[in-house]
């Protein structure tokens, strides 16, 4: 065997006036108004938030609103923006010199009663903008002089994550109860349905169509296009409704209306209410909701229990946002990967503690006629619901991953799409403390960022693997390559799920290309199939030998053959030199014959892998079909940290359980 060596600025929550309300650290402050002219008025603030990101379409933003009183004898009203255009209007921008914005102002008949804020460039970490200004529609508050005098403006702010527009399914092909399914015939009641478009999808007991293994929709009808699928883009709240906005929420009510709001025996355990009727005021406790689960440190980042589905459905209705559908849920949860049976993992797109243990989600359930009539309307600032808003509560129904309790108590029951009845989502908010509430906005037309996100690979579909003109050789230089077969070094490339978004429980996050990024090279000659990867990491680090060299710096891949052979291969550059390991395959042949090299420059920040893997060892042929999957692992010196992968399906260092029906297909082109 021949082996050759050589040596950007972004914060969290909802946000009142002057004071400091977070969640994950969101401030707005220094709210000001001032009128502009005889119409309309220029809402100023300071804004910051924490753990923020954008990397091509994925990132998160804040969703900000405000509400105004005319004085203290009157309550408060939603203010309506105005807006010539849906991104960056005209009045919309900020003080030089902190975190470039870029504003985002859903308008049509339930618009214009917040915005998005989002950063404008790549990158991740801290938001912090000051003197950023909205347009206020000064005509449509009634008692509100125009010159403002002696009103009172708030400013308040949730975090959001973009779910972008794209086909995914529902199922895993598990078992998970009352799960969505293809509809086959066979009483397997398992192939996952596949969303493919934003129109009507047929409901029944027919080949192809969606079915359910229980809460059912309706046999031989549809689910119509009105009501979110989960298919167009949307936002999601990044975490559920905590004690800081839901206190803040029913500060802004007459005290009849909190009065239908505070529970005292359920919520009063973790809102404080202090003063006298008819003046309470609402402040977060700061108590964790389960007295053992506490994921943010911030008093006020606390999730708020004992919601009830109508608490949390005002609340929405209030901030200008809206439910989300159990489709949409599903869609949040897995994105556009391919489900595995009985999955349970992270948000595909960073929204936290979804499917997360002990919480579960009220969502509307498409199971339900009158579910099924809701047709995404946003609330409008105020605490009436709009019409299409489930009222009947069999309509609702909860997801995620809920292991607690005496009915319900085999692990994983739901995980990702596993489905409970309506009659155990608990109307009322006496019965128990562990329900989640987060809403939902679609994202408005106008966006030219609400694109397309796809998985790269459908593994239903194999590509060709070109012949090449002349034999390679393995010695780590590139130049006999021409263009690379595929790059990897976008956020939907980069595994686990959670290394893609800061947060205060995983900081080191990848950083983008100049992290890592990989140019991928794949051909064929008349003896060997060939790899190559180009690969640009800021530091080169690996201390490992043998079954342990996926824990640094190294190229991993998978193949599988149809004749049903499987190998898991390493290589790495590391300390004593390149190392090639076999985590897993058919005998020792294939170690002994293949050649490797790889190549590191230090100078220029690139490490050049290169393998010829003999075909007759690997029993193909011109024409055959294989599956490959590639890792390009990334380790500075702490620790295996992330990795860009082809696909999903082959975990690192694994020998076995890799999900060889994940690896994109290949055929060696004659």
Not at 89 to 117: A, N, S
Not at 157 to 169: K, S
Not at 391 to 418: A, E, I, K, M, N
Not at 529 to 544: I, R
Request: glycine share 12%.
């Amino acid at each position: 065997m021949k082996r050759k060596t050589m040596l950007t600025v972004m914060v969290t929550g909802l946000l009142l006036g002057a004071t400091g309300l977070r969640a994950d650290g969101l401030r707005i402050e220094n709210v000001t108004a001032a009128p502009r002219d005889g119409k309309t008025a220029l809402v100023t603030f300071d804004l910051a938030w924490s753990n923020a990101w954008r990397h091509g379409s994925f990132h998160d933003a804040a969703w900000v609103f405000f509400k105004v009183r005319a004085d203290d004898k009157t309550g408060w009203q939603p203010v309506r923006l105005v807006a010539d255009k849906v991104v960056n209007p005209t009045g919309y921008g900020q003080e030089q010199g902190g975190t470039r914005l870029e504003f985002v102002v859903p308008g049509g008949e339930d618009g214009f009663v917040g915005m998005f804020v989002r950063p404008a460039a790549e990158g991740k970490g801290v938001v912090a903008a000051t003197k950023v200004t909205a347009v206020w529609d000064l005509a449509a508050n009634k008692g509100v002089p125009k010159d403002l005098r002696g009103a009172s403006v708030r400013g308040f702010g949730i975090e959001m994550v973009y779910v972008a527009e794209g086909p995914f399914c529902l199922g895993s092909g598990g078992k998970e109860l009352n799960r969505f399914h293809a509809y086959t015939g066979d009483g397997q009641e398992t192939p996952p349905y596949r969303v493919t478009g934003a129109g009507p999808i047929a409901t029944g007991r027919q080949e192809g169509k969606l079915w359910a293994a229980g809460i059912a929709p309706e046999d031989g009808s549809q689910i119509q296009p009105s009501f979110p699928n989960g298919y167009a883009a949307l936002y999601c709240m990044k975490y559920f409704i905590t004690q800081g906005q839901y206190a803040d929420f029913l500060n802004t009510l007459t005290e009849a209306q909190a009065k239908e709001r505070f529970h005292m025996d359920g919520h009063g355990r973790w809102i404080n209410r202090a003063g006298e009727s008819p003046n309470h005021t609402y402040s977060a406790s700061g108590r964790p909701p389960n007295n053992y689960f506490s994921p943010r440190a911030s008093e006020r980042d606390q999730r708020c229990p004992w919601l009830s589905w109508a608490d949390g459905a005002v609340f929405a209705a209030w901030a200008g946002l809206r439910p989300m559908t159990e489709l949409e849920y599903e869609k949040a949860c897995r994105g556009p990967l391919s489900p595995t049976p009985n999955e349970q993992g992270l948000s595909y797109w960073g929204v936290v503690e979804m499917n997360a243990a002990l919480v579960y989600e009220r969502l509307v359930s498409a199971g339900n006629a009158a579910g099924r009539a809701f047709a995404g309307t946003h609330g409008r600032g105020t605490l009436s619901l709009p019409a299409d808003w489930p009222s009947v509560f069999g309509s609702v129904l909860y997801r995620g991953d809920y292991v607690h309790g005496r009915q319900y108590s085999s692990v994983g029951h739901l995980r990702v799409s596993g489905r409970l009845n309506a009659v155990d989502v608990h109307a009322d908010r006496k019965t128990h403390p562990l329900a989640g509430w987060r809403g939902a906005r679609s994202a408005p037309k106008g966006d030219a960022l609400a694109g397309l996100v796809a998985v790269r690979f459908d593994p239903r579909i194999a590509r060709p693997i070109a012949r090449l003109g002349r034999p390679l050789r393995a010695d780590g230089v590139l130049d006999e390559w021409g263009k690379p077969a595929f790059t990897l070094g976008g956020i939907a490339d980069l595994f686990p799920l959670y290394r893609r978004f800061p947060s205060p429980a995983s900081p080191d996050t990848w950083h983008g290309p100049a992290d890592l990024e990989a140019k991928v090279y794949l051909g064929w000659d008349a003896e060997t199939l060939c790899v190559a990867v180009m690969a640009s990491d800021d530091q080169h680090f690996n201390t490992k030998t043998g079954q342990d060299l996926w824990n640094g710096d190294a190229l991993q891949m998978g193949l599988v053959t149809a004749r049903g052979f499987h190998w898991n291969l390493g290589l790495a550059l590391t300390q004593e030199g390149v190392a090639f390991h076999q985590f897993a395959g058919a005998g020792d042949t294939l170690l002994k014959t293949a050649d490797c090299a790889v190549v590191r420059d230090d100078k220029a920040k690139v490490t050049h892998y290169e393998l010829r893997l003999p075909l007759a060892v690997l029993g193909l042929e011109p024409g055959a079909e294989l599956g490959v999957n590639l890792l390009l692992l990334d380790d500075d010196g702490k620790g295996q940290r992330h990795w860009l992968a082809l696909a999903p399906g082959l975990a690192p260092g694994s020998s076995a359980g890799s999900k060889t029906a994940l690896y994109p297909r290949f055929v060696l082109e004659k």
